[in-house]
């Protein structure tokens, strides 16, 4: 399935989501302007951090969220954050927003270091914090409207029905490519680690409901 958009309207402009959007959007221009492997030098390869090599080898953990292999694969995650992050930078207002990304894109790469820590492909891609972003939504907003493009057919489904299939999909493939010397070049358990911790720290970080003005001036008994 593949979503083209949700029923689920907004208070605030997505700020955050947007300037994510074309920060990744820059550094992929970046990539096709310089002859420097962009990939090699800031992709994040689980070799290198289980080792202990240098230090900064760590920093790889940040920088491989805001690069991509392809246009395919840049298009499809930046659709899915314009789908679903306005609604979760808005459930839990900007700043608060841009921490939950970038923890959640940390804890995807864990995940995947912790799978496959003797790997030395590079991953990159912002999909894990993405993920963490769909982990929220699911959280936040299970019965809110996802228009999606379902084999040939526009269907609307809940959006709880939508990530239950996404996330299930992203078990199946990673369980299966255990033992594979590769997986489609996908990195499928940093996908299922942000999910998930991204319903874990959706709670943490969602802000409390403002008071309605109403109900704060009635009259107390």
């Not at 990304?101 to 790997?119: F, Q």
């Not at 526009?154 to 490519?177: I, R, Y």
């Amino acid at each position: 399935m593949i979503p083209l958009r949700d029923i689920n309207p907004t208070q605030r402009t997505p700020v955050v989501t947007w300037t994510l959007i074309a920060l990744i959007t820059a550094v992929w221009l970046y990539q096709l302007a310089t002859d420097v492997s962009v990939i090699e030098a800031w992709g994040m390869i689980p070799l290198k951090i289980t080792d202990g090599t240098s230090p900064l080898e760590y920093s790889r953990l940040g920088t491989s969220m805001f690069i991509h292999a392809s246009w395919l694969h840049l298009v499809g995650n930046l659709w899915f954050l314009h789908v679903f992050g306005d609604n979760v930078e808005d459930a839990l207002g900007r700043g608060p927003f841009l921490v939950f990304y970038l923890a959640g894109g940390l804890a995807a790469t864990a995940t995947h270091v912790a799978i496959d820590p003797s790997s030395s492909t590079p991953m990159v891609g912002a999909s894990g914090a993405i993920a963490a972003v769909l982990g929220a939504y699911l959280a936040l907003y299970p019965r809110a409207r996802v228009v999606a493009l379902v084999l040939f057919f526009f269907a609307e489904v809940p959006a709880w029905v939508f990530l239950f299939v996404w996330f299930g999909l992203q078990l199946l493939d990673g369980f299966s490519s255990l033992g594979s010397p590769s997986a489609g070049g996908t990195a499928f358990f940093a996908h299922i680690g942000g999910f998930v911790a991204g319903l874990v720290m959706v709670f943490a970080l969602r802000r409390s409901p403002e008071p309605n003005p109403e109900l704060r001036s009635a009259p107390r008994n």
